[in-house]
């Protein structure tokens, strides 16, 4: 990766992975977003927060917090029922 590179711009990794699922979710129709980029930045930073509130917090990461983080973007984004 060079200086002017960002862990976002890589073509392989978990942010050219979301940038993928966001398409193919557009693509069918589950998904409606005109921007690809803002939904990236919100889901990355959900999985962020829920990393940290894992670590955090040990009544925290004994649920089940994908589900949970699954869920919750689902209904931002209007995909709950998809």
């Known amino acids: 990766m060079s200086a002017t590179e960002c862990h976002l ?3 392989r990794g978990p942010a050219s992975t979301i940038l993928r699922d966001i398409d193919a979710a557009v ?3 589950r998904l409606q977003v005109e921007v ?3 939904a990236l930045a919100v889901a990355l ?3 962020l927060a829920t990393l940290r509130l894992a670590l ?3 009544d925290f990461a ?3 917090a994908d589900e949970h983080l699954a869920d ?3 209904r931002a ?3 709950a029922n998809a």
């Open 27 to 29: 693509a069918t129709g």
């Open 36 to 38: 690809p980029k803002p």
């Open 9 to 11: 711009d890589v073509p």
């Open 72 to 74: 919750a973007l689902g």
């Open 62 to 64: 004994a649920q089940p």
């Open 56 to 58: 955090a917090d040990p």
């Open 45 to 47: 930073g959900s999985v």
């Open 77 to 79: 984004t209007g995909a």
